[in-house]
């Protein structure tokens, strides 16, 4: 069992940054990112596979958003910048224990944090 813990949520204003950090118990093939908002289902944002450090972003992200890992730390990281009122949600890390074959799809994921709120005001 891995458990994650997540960091770095809060309130910012539109255009800021914020890094989201995601610390886990345990190794594993790929971590990811994925968010849900209110009345909304959960979107997956961004994904690194943690043995070659291969990425994989959402469209609605890409450019904005970076996921890194520390190998050392078993954590892995999400930098969001030009943060947009629409970023508003609860973001949650997870984790995969084999490869994922669709990384987007969050029953490829088997450990999730406990997601953490991020507000950006317009």
């Known amino acids: 069992q891995v458990q994650l813990v997540e960091s770095g949520g809060g309130f910012v204003q539109a255009g800021g940054s914020l890094r989201l950090s995601c610390a886990a118990s345990?190794?594993?093939?790929?971590m990811g990112w994925f968010r849900q908002a209110p009345g909304k289902e959960r979107e997956f944002l961004a994904t690194i596979t943690w043995g070659g450090g291969n990425t994989y972003y959402a469209d609605s992200v890409k450019g904005r958003f970076t996921i890194s890992r520390d190998i050392a730390n078993n954590t892995v990281y999400l930098q969001m910048n030009s943060l947009k009122a629409e970023d508003t949600a609860v973001y949650y890390c997870?984790?995969?224990?084999?490869?994922?074959?669709?990384?987007?799809?969050?029953?490829?994921?088997?450990?999730w944090g406990q997601g953490t709120q991020v507000t950006v005001s317009s």
């Open positions: 345990g190794r594993t093939s790929a």
């Open positions: 997870a984790a995969a224990g084999s490869y994922p074959s669709r990384y987007n799809y969050e029953w490829e994921y088997d450990y």
